[in-house]
Nanobody, 121 residues
Framework: QVQLVESGGGLVQAGGSLRLSCAAS????????VGWFRQAPGKEREFVAA????????SYADSMKGRFTISRDRAANTVFLQMNSLKPEDTAVYYC??????????????WGQGTQVTVSS
Protein backbone atom coordinates (compact mmCIF):
# COMPACT_ATOMS: atom_id res chain seq x y z
CA GLN A 1 0.00 0.00 0.00
CA VAL A 2 0.87 3.63 -0.43
CA GLN A 3 0.59 6.01 2.49
CA LEU A 4 0.18 9.68 1.65
CA VAL A 5 0.83 12.70 3.83
CA GLU A 6 -0.42 16.20 3.07
CA SER A 7 1.18 19.34 4.43
CA GLY A 8 1.09 23.09 3.90
CA GLY A 9 -2.38 23.89 5.14
CA GLY A 10 -3.09 26.68 7.56
CA LEU A 11 -4.85 29.97 8.12
CA VAL A 12 -4.65 32.64 5.44
CA GLN A 13 -6.42 35.89 4.69
CA ALA A 14 -8.66 36.15 1.64
CA GLY A 15 -6.59 36.89 -1.44
CA GLY A 16 -3.57 35.11 -0.06
CA SER A 17 -1.79 31.97 -1.20
CA LEU A 18 -0.86 28.55 0.10
CA ARG A 19 1.03 25.64 -1.38
CA LEU A 20 -0.02 22.17 -0.37
CA SER A 21 2.29 19.19 -0.68
CA CYS A 22 1.48 15.51 -0.92
CA ALA A 23 4.25 13.00 -0.34
CA ALA A 24 4.34 9.24 -0.02
CA SER A 25 5.48 8.34 3.48
CA UNK A 26 5.63 4.69 2.45
CA UNK A 27 5.63 3.26 -1.03
CA UNK A 28 5.51 5.36 -4.16
CA UNK A 29 2.73 6.90 -6.19
CA UNK A 30 4.91 7.59 -9.20
CA UNK A 31 2.91 5.08 -11.24
CA UNK A 32 -0.47 6.51 -10.22
CA UNK A 33 -2.56 9.46 -11.17
CA VAL A 34 -2.90 11.92 -8.31
CA GLY A 35 -5.84 14.08 -7.38
CA TRP A 36 -6.73 16.73 -4.84
CA PHE A 37 -10.15 16.83 -3.21
CA ARG A 38 -11.65 18.94 -0.47
CA GLN A 39 -14.48 18.58 1.99
CA ALA A 40 -16.16 21.26 4.05
CA PRO A 41 -18.27 20.45 7.14
CA GLY A 42 -21.66 19.07 6.18
CA LYS A 43 -20.79 18.87 2.50
CA GLU A 44 -19.76 16.15 0.09
CA ARG A 45 -16.22 15.66 -1.04
CA GLU A 46 -15.43 17.94 -3.97
CA PHE A 47 -12.95 17.50 -6.78
CA VAL A 48 -10.24 20.14 -6.95
CA ALA A 49 -7.53 19.10 -9.40
CA ALA A 50 -5.78 16.07 -10.86
CA UNK A 51 -2.60 15.20 -12.74
CA UNK A 52 -2.08 12.11 -14.83
CA UNK A 53 0.53 9.42 -14.28
CA UNK A 54 2.39 10.50 -17.40
CA UNK A 55 2.20 14.23 -16.53
CA UNK A 56 0.56 14.73 -19.91
CA UNK A 57 -2.78 15.97 -18.61
CA UNK A 58 -4.04 18.18 -15.83
CA SER A 59 -7.60 18.97 -14.90
CA TYR A 60 -9.30 21.42 -12.55
CA ALA A 61 -12.73 22.07 -11.22
CA ASP A 62 -14.24 25.16 -12.83
CA SER A 63 -14.09 27.21 -9.65
CA MET A 64 -10.35 26.50 -9.33
CA LYS A 65 -9.26 27.35 -12.86
CA GLY A 66 -6.91 30.29 -13.00
CA ARG A 67 -6.30 30.18 -9.25
CA PHE A 68 -5.00 26.70 -8.48
CA THR A 69 -2.14 24.83 -10.13
CA ILE A 70 -1.27 21.17 -9.71
CA SER A 71 2.26 19.96 -10.37
CA ARG A 72 4.32 16.85 -9.84
CA ASP A 73 7.95 16.13 -9.04
CA ARG A 74 8.62 12.48 -9.78
CA ALA A 75 12.16 12.55 -8.42
CA ALA A 76 10.89 13.83 -5.08
CA ASN A 77 7.79 11.63 -5.19
CA THR A 78 5.72 14.69 -4.39
CA VAL A 79 2.65 16.41 -5.81
CA PHE A 80 1.90 20.07 -5.14
CA LEU A 81 -1.19 22.21 -5.20
CA GLN A 82 -0.47 25.91 -5.49
CA MET A 83 -3.49 27.93 -4.39
CA ASN A 84 -3.67 31.63 -5.17
CA SER A 85 -6.37 34.26 -4.69
CA LEU A 86 -7.94 32.23 -1.94
CA LYS A 87 -11.54 32.88 -0.97
CA PRO A 88 -13.44 32.09 2.24
CA GLU A 89 -15.40 29.45 0.34
CA ASP A 90 -12.12 27.59 -0.23
CA THR A 91 -12.10 26.72 3.47
CA ALA A 92 -12.09 22.93 3.79
CA VAL A 93 -10.00 19.91 4.59
CA TYR A 94 -7.89 19.13 1.54
CA TYR A 95 -6.97 15.55 0.67
CA CYS A 96 -4.60 14.10 -1.86
CA UNK A 97 -5.25 10.71 -3.40
CA UNK A 98 -3.50 8.25 -5.68
CA UNK A 99 -5.17 5.86 -8.06
CA UNK A 100 -6.74 5.72 -11.47
CA UNK A 101 -7.04 9.47 -11.73
CA UNK A 102 -9.77 11.80 -12.92
CA UNK A 103 -12.38 13.76 -11.04
CA UNK A 104 -14.26 10.90 -9.38
CA UNK A 105 -13.27 10.09 -5.81
CA UNK A 106 -14.14 6.41 -6.17
CA UNK A 107 -11.40 6.03 -8.78
CA UNK A 108 -8.71 6.57 -6.16
CA UNK A 109 -7.29 3.83 -3.97
CA UNK A 110 -5.08 5.66 -1.51
CA TRP A 111 -5.85 8.77 0.50
CA GLY A 112 -3.96 11.06 2.81
CA GLN A 113 -5.19 12.20 6.20
CA GLY A 114 -6.06 15.68 5.00
CA THR A 115 -4.79 19.14 5.81
CA GLN A 116 -6.97 22.01 6.99
CA VAL A 117 -7.15 25.18 4.93
CA THR A 118 -8.94 28.12 6.50
CA VAL A 119 -9.44 31.37 4.62
CA SER A 120 -10.56 34.35 6.64
CA SER A 121 -12.39 37.38 5.31
Amino acid sequence: QVQLVESGGGLVQAGGSLRLSCAASTGSFSTYGVGWFRQAPGKEREFVAAISRTFAFKSYADSMKGRFTISRDRAANTVFLQMNSLKPEDTAVYYCAAGQGGSTASAYDYWGQGTQVTVSS
